[in-house]
């Protein structure tokens, strides 16, 4: 069965600080897909990254990181010098193929303190 | 704006009633998903559609049903309402197998308020 699991249920940081979100995902397909989702006070789900499981490669996008290890089964996402507008619930997600359903974590509720 | 439409975004009403939420995917996607969001549970998966048949089918309660239509959008009847079923329920889309880059697209979300 596939599982992802979000260990830190909430976060608070100080502006300015790094921040890591932790993501374990559990599955016995070859192939699938890892997502991180952004839910900010408003409400909507935004998309942030897509990773195949074939690409390891971490990726790098303004103020965030993305570290892949198959290994580990982990798919940990980094904010570089917060700002209050990320604060927000951010969910990991894994799919098996991309006609499957996503299964979601329990999310991280991530507050910036200004 | 993901392209996701649903209506409507907020909903008032009371135990026992029932109540239909609708969805209209992205122009050219094939698949719907419906997924609940309360306040206990995250997001749960409740079911899904591609080009007008179910798919694959999550928690979905038996006082809640779904269809997706020729046109391709989607609706959601929650019936025989309880208090919790309190929760926003969220509509997505994908693309067809060619262009399917694996994420899902959500729409802005219906509120439902069961009192």
């Known amino acids: 069965a596939q599982k992802v699991t979000q260990a830190q249920t909430e976060i608070s940081v100080v502006e300015k600080e790094d921040v890591t979100l932790d993501c374990v995902y559990e599955?016995?397909?070859?192939?699938?897909?890892l997502f991180w989702y952004k839910q900010p006070p408003s409400g909507e789900l935004v998309f942030l990254i897509r990773?195949?499981?074939?690409?390891?490669q971490n990726e790098i996008s303004g103020r965030y990181s993305w570290n892949f290890q198959k290994s580990t089964s982990s798919f940990n996402f980094t904010i570089t010098a917060s700002q209050v507008v990320d604060s927000a619930v951010y969910f990991c997600?894994?799919?098996?193929?991309?006609?499957?359903?996503?299964?979601f974590g329990p999310g991280t509720s991530l507050s910036v303190i200004p | 704006d993901s392209g996701v439409t649903q209506t409507p975004k907020h909903l008032i009403t009371a135990t026992g009633q029932r109540v239909t939420l609708r969805c209209s995917p992205r122009?050219?996607?094939?698949?719907v998903y419906w997924y609940q969001q309360s306040l206990d549970q995250g997001l749960q998966f409740l079911i899904q559609?591609?080009?007008?048949?179910?798919?694959a089918k999550g928690n979905i309660l038996e006082r809640f049903s779904a269809q997706q239509f020729p046109d391709l959008h989607s609706e959601l009847n929650l019936s025989s309402l309880e208090l919790g079923d309190s929760a926003l329920y969220f509509c997505?889309?994908?693309?067809?197998?060619?262009?399917?880059?694996?994420?899902?697209?959500f729409g802005e979300g219906s509120r439902l308020t069961v009192l």
């Open positions: 997505a889309s994908s693309p067809p197998t060619g262009g399917n880059t694996g994420e899902l697209f």
């Open positions: 599955t016995r397909d070859t192939t699938y897909y």
């Open positions: 990773r195949n499981s074939f690409d390891e």
């Open positions: 997600a894994l799919r098996k193929t991309s006609y499957d359903k996503v299964i």
């Open positions: 122009s050219g996607d094939l698949s």
């Open positions: 559609y591609y080009n007008g048949e179910e798919r």
